[in-house]
């Protein structure tokens, strides 16, 4: 059989599945981020089949030959869902449906059971995913340490960020404490110095947009905090300058610019066509920490940041 073939009856399975899901409470959303963490996976795996040029052309690669990275990524999966509540039997997620069905699909073209190739570290003798139990409380926090656990600065949770769609980034940053928020992404810096920082940025429009998704999100989520009209991001304006409620509308814009997949360059053009002035005014006073954020997004696309040299060895 054909791999091309194969991988296409996978994603009609994954074009047929509802990704979206009703969130309700943090073990919701732990279950939704680490599907959408498992799906974007699969996707990886398909680009790593299309475009790895010593594997040889595509179209016309057997199934057989190349089943050790399929087998590899549901062994990861599972290693992460293990004794959690996330296991197959447990959550009928999306990620849970499709690898079912890759597993079921691959199963029959390979002959191994569908069972081995769901949890290949417990096939002994008589188990199968379906004899692990687990308790109805236990494994949440398993969950989580799976999906954030490893991440101690800004680049790799901006990294982390990247693995999820646009809709489900904000979801994933709501795994961590404001304190530890504050810490990946100020790394000591003021707010202002942390945004201007160009090594924060590489020149990649995805990189980048990340960036200031997280920016503007964690400047959102300071200013929400503040119980009085006239607060700056750190402190008491006196009465100075715009309001919480005119800065929260006024981050809006940028926030919702990202989260529609506008890309960096147009940026200018979509400030251009807010009609209301008093927001407009927010984001174009540059001494501010909002007018800074603002003007980020106009500076990363110039040729002064895009051609920068950048010390980007990797942190441990």
């Known amino acids: ?138 494994g949440w926090g398993r969950i989580r340490s799976s999906l954030c656990g490893d991440i101690h600065h800004r680049e790799q949770l901006v990294n982390a960020m990247l693995k999820y769609p646009m809709e489900a980034r904000e979801k994933f940053l709501n795994l961590f404490s404001l304190e530890d928020l504050t810490r990946y992404v100020l790394e000591g810096e003021t707010y202002k110095n942390a945004v201007k920082n160009k090594n924060a940025y590489t020149g990649d429009e995805a990189h980048d947009g990340a960036v200031l998704l997280l920016f503007t999100i964690f400047y959102r989520k300071q200013l929400e905090l503040r119980d009085y009209e006239n607060a700056g991001l750190f402190g008491w304006n006196w009465g100075k300058g715009y309001s919480r409620k005119e800065k929260l509308d006024a981050s809006f814009i940028p926030y919702n610019f990202l989260m529609e997949g506008g890309k960096l360059a147009d940026f200018e053009g979509y400030m251009k066509k807010i009609n209301f002035v008093e927001l407009r005014g927010a984001l174009t006073q540059t001494e501010s920490d909002l007018g800074t954020l603002a003007n980020q997004f106009l500076l990363v696309t110039t040729p002064e940041y895009r051609k920068i040299e950048l010390n980007l060895a990797p942190r441990i």
Do not use: W
């Open 1 to 138: 059989m054909l791999l091309c073939k194969f991988i296409s009856k996978q994603n009609r399975k994954l074009g047929s599945i509802n990704t979206k899901a009703d969130i309700n409470n943090d073990k919701d959303n732990l279950l939704y981020l680490e599907s959408q963490l498992a799906l974007n996976e699969f996707q990886q795996l398909v680009r790593y089949f299309k475009h790895n040029e010593e594997l040889g052309h595509y179209y016309s690669l057997e199934l057989e030959g190349n089943v050790d990275p399929i087998k590899a990524f549901l062994k990861k999966r599972y290693q992460r869902i293990r004794d959690t509540p996330a296991m197959y039997e447990q959550a009928q997620t999306p990620a849970n449906q499709l690898c079912i069905y890759l597993a079921t699909s691959l199963a029959t073209a390979i002959s191994e059971t569908k069972e081995s190739l769901l949890a290949p570290q417990l096939t002994i003798g008589a188990k199968s995913a379906k004899s692990i139990a687990v308790p109805e409380d236990d």
